[in-house]
């Protein structure tokens, strides 16, 4: 996990993790992360070969496609 420091005065969280779920990011632990992610008043992103999508965005996360 690294925390930097942004010029606007807020930080920015990065953290890599590993999907080991063979197909991927499905849809049951997908509405989990985002109702976690709701709970924060902050933005998450998540990311796989470039493309982002939006943490707190069920269609965002499933159109991303993110197997492991």
């Known amino acids: 996990m690294s925390i930097i420091f942004s010029k606007k005065g807020t930080y920015v969280v990065q953290q890599e ?3 080991t779920n063979k ?3 499905h849809v049951r632990p997908a509405s989990m992360l985002v ?3 709701s ?5 998450i992103w998540i990311e ?3 493309q982002e999508a939006n943490g707190k965005s069920i ?3 499933l159109l991303l496609s993110a197997p492991r």
């Open 48 to 50: 796989k070969d470039g």
């Open 23 to 25: 197909i991927g990011l």
């Open 59 to 61: 269609m965002s996360l």
């Open 35 to 37: 109702e976690t992610a």
């Open 39 to 43: 709970k924060f008043r902050s933005d």
């Open 17 to 19: 993790i590993e999907i």
